[in-house]
């Protein structure tokens, strides 16, 4: 569920930022709120990521 929302050049600097909204412990998940951005603030990636952390 991540959208890339703009281009990423080679030699930009990115910023990546997760926070875990969910867990569920029954099934070894956490789904996380993840945002991107560069060098000029400007958010290149956005969504929601599902792992699965090592137990």
Do not use: W, Y
């Not at 000029?40 to 990521?49: E, Q, R």
């Amino acid at each position: 569920e991540l959208k890339f929302t703009a281009p990423v050049k080679f030699g930009d600097t990115i910023k990546a930022e997760a926070e875990v909204i969910e867990i569920n412990e029954e099934k070894n998940r956490i789904v996380m709120r993840t945002t991107c951005t560069n060098q000029n603030n400007v958010v290149v990636l956005d969504g929601k990521a599902t792992c699965m952390p090592p137990k």
